[in-house]
């Protein structure tokens, strides 16, 4: 099943700061910018609704039009995450959605556990046939048969199931993050639906990613 772990969230008070620049006459020093951001991280952990930082960051983040939810990007998350096969082809169109380091297929596919790896909606026939591909190439003598092996190698490569899940180390940022939520909340595949609702347990999340409810 697709899975999301060792979350961490970077510069979210930082942009909210920074969503204001536009309107600036000065820039500020460094001891202003620290008690700035200071004042924003106690009023967004306490709750407090009047804090005019983070109520002007909302309001850009949900205007529409004019780029205005531009700040968003300067909030970056890292995280791991294992997607299937058919789910990571979809992933990789988004442009700012980046591959920090990834298991590999092409370097460990003679020693994954295959039917560990597929997710339950992979039939037993595919893992079946993917795991007789691997034992098949695990048992040619590469030093005896060089062109069988590579032949073998590519036999498994290319047929690992589509359900068939690794993980990577990603970095992204809010403002893709809401792209990917926009585009993927009713996305047929379930590794989808699983992406979506962690979004939404991000810091502020509701305020900044989520679409504003009427």
Known sequence: ????????????????????????????????????????????????ADNPHIRRAVKLANAKGGGHEQFLSGITVTFDMTLSNKAWVEAERYRFLTFISSMSTMHRVAFFKIGESCNEHTSKEAIAAAETLQEAYNNIDAN??????????????????????????????????RNIHEQRRTHRLPDWQIVCDWIETLPMAGELILPVKP
């Open 144 to 177: 005896a048969e060089p062109t069988r092996k590579k032949a073998a190698y590519l036999n498994l490569l290319y047929n690992l199931p589509a359900g068939f899940e690794v993980m990577a180390g990603m970095i992204t940022n809010y403002r893709c993050l």
């Open 1 to 48: 099943m697709a899975s999301i772990q060792n979350v961490q969230v970077f510069g979210l008070d930082e942009s909210i700061y920074r969503s204001g620049y536009p309107m600036l006459k000065q820039a500020p020093t460094e001891a202003e910018f620290e008690a700035i951001v200071t004042e924003i991280k106690t009023a967004r952990e306490t709750g407090e």
